[in-house]
């Protein structure tokens, strides 16, 4: 019984010990905890301001069309007909896009404090067509209380911050140069021209071509917008990582950068 009273005794001590062991690391663990929390959110400050001023997570997509519609809406008020004007947009995205993006990540990150923040220069290159068939057969089926503005209509190169926008080398749409300025409020932000689709309806379809290089860090995502839409990237990251709702359907990676591809299809009238 003794020998029973003093092996219970032990093991009660031993849990003791062990209890305050665990107590007194508990201490230095939460200490190391908070330092990891407050690096790690030193980290994100310096990703945004990085990106503030040279640009950060970017996303891009081909372009689209709007096209304003007008539509006169009668009521009867307090027994008077009264007249309202309703104006919505109609939003016609590519028959087919095809876009190359050629990510160059710079020699020299940018440096907050002691964080380092890759940054890159983005030669992005779109190309593709407009096809009108289903914008003219919605224009034609619609009642005559309907009217489409085609002179109104405006053409938008989705981008994220327009800030990291560097330079636009070629915009082309319908054969003619286009002047892209500040976007109006859409859908996406990005950057428009003013376009008269009275003009290109004559033609089946009309084809565009856009060049431009914009800056980021960290993320580059594009919007598969086409009906068809391909996608070639290339960079000189040699470390990559895809995600997204459409990742490559082919990728090839070196210690010298990486290739990719992607395909898909989408409806082109929204």
Known sequence: MALRIGESGSVTLKAVMIGAIVLLLL???????????????LREQAYTRVAE???????????????????????????KEVTRLVRNDVYLLPARLDSSVDLQ???????????????????????????????????????????????????????????????VTQATFAGRALELGPGAPAVYRGIETAVDLAAA??????????????????????IPLGSTTTLQLHSNWPHPSFHGAFLPAEHTITAEGFDARLYGDRKSVV
């Open 105 to 167: 990540l710079q020699e020299q990150p940018r440096y907050v404090g002691i964080y380092a923040v890759p940054v890159y220069l983005a030669n992005v290159r779109l190309a593709g067509e407009f096809d009108f068939q289903g914008l003219r057969e919605r224009a034609a089926n619609a009642g005559p209380d309907i009217k489409y503005l085609w002179q109104q209509s405006r053409l938008l190169l989705p981008l994220s911050q327009v800030r990291s926008l560097r330079e």
């Open 53 to 79: 001023g040279w640009g950060g997570n970017i996303v891009l997509g081909g372009p689209m069309l709007i096209v304003p519609v007008q539509q006169t809406i009668v009521e009867n008020v307090n027994g």
């Open 201 to 222: 309806f004559e033609g089946a379809s009309s084809a565009f071509e856009f060049h431009t290089v914009v800056a980021g860090s960290r993320d580059v995502s594009m």
């Open 27 to 41: 201490a230095p663990l939460a200490m190391l905890r908070g330092l990891v929390s407050e690096r790690a959110a």
